[in-house]
Nanobody, 127 residues
């Protein structure tokens, strides 16, 4: 059982920056690949980005590539999402998720490959 808690969401103006954090419980954080997803009102949850267990590889949705950066600090059991050049279209509730069994076979963008989810933190970008 792993508990994930997101924090850092809030209100920011378009063009601004915000850093989200996701803190995980347990002693096996470094064995999980971590993902970030987001869900805007009336839409399905969508993939934002993914970071490998060691932090050596990252992957991003086209909509955020070049603006968002995922990082992790395994010593702190924490994964981060640094968001810059924010747009109103980035407004959503942001969720982190943990994948216990990273694989090249299944798509990392699918929600069903992740085993644990946080409750989400809302981000609102004003124009």
């Amino acid at each position: 059982q792993v508990t994930l808690v997101e924090s850092g969401g809030g209100l920011v103006q378009a063009g601004g920056s915000l850093r989200l954090s996701c803190a995980a419980s347990g002693r096996t954080f470094s064995s999980y690949a971590m993902g970030w997803f987001r869900q805007a009102p009336g839409t399905e949850r969508e993939f934002v980005g993914r970071i490998s267990r060691s932090g050596g590889s990252t992957y991003y949705a086209d909509s955020v590539k070049g603006r968002f950066t995922i990082s992790r600090d395994n010593a702190k059991n924490t994964v981060y999402l640094q968001m810059t050049k924010l747009k109103p279209a980035d407004t959503a509730v942001y969720y982190c998720a943990a994948d216990r069994n990273p694989s090249d076979f299944w798509s990392y963008a699918r929600m069903d490959v992740y085993d644990y989810w946080g409750q989400g933190t809302p981000v609102t970008v004003s124009s």
